[in-house]
């Protein structure tokens, strides 16, 4: 099993990046997908969750209105969008995927790094 994210980046306050997550070895529409980074120094956080049928979507307060999760489960791929971009939102980007219904088949990502800075 591997999920592999790609996006990451250095990028300006105010402005956006696209991380993708590509999954193998699971059937990925059986799967509830998230979004979790962790910032130097501070536990790793959730910031969205979009269920495996892709239509209920969650966030965490931080990023509400600025970040959209979504998922082409053809493509066996997540994406999370996000715009407006600020310096606090510097962090390694983390996939995780929970299988809808074995929650003890999980599975992480590496990691991609966010950088936001002028």
């Known amino acids: 099993v591997q999920l592999v994210e790609s996006g990451g980046g250095l990028v300006q306050p105010g402005g956006s990046l696209r991380l993708s997550c590509a999954a193998s070895?699971?059937?990925?529409?059986?799967?509830?997908m998230s979004w979790y980074r962790q910032a130097s120094g501070k536990e790793r956080e959730l910031v969205a969750i979009i269920r495996r049928g892709g239509g209920t979507t969650d966030y965490s307060d931080s990023v509400k209105g600025r970040f959209t999760v979504s998922r082409d489960n053809a493509k066996n791929t997540v994406y999370l969008q996000m715009n407006s971009l600020k310096p606090e939102d510097t962090a390694v980007y983390y996939c995780?995927?929970?299988?809808?219904?074995?929650?003890?088949?999980?599975?992480w990502g590496q990691g991609t790094q966010v950088t936001v800075s002028s």
């Open positions: 070895g699971i059937t990925f529409s059986n799967y509830h």
């Open positions: 995780y995927g929970k299988h809808f219904f074995f929650a003890s088949n999980d599975y």
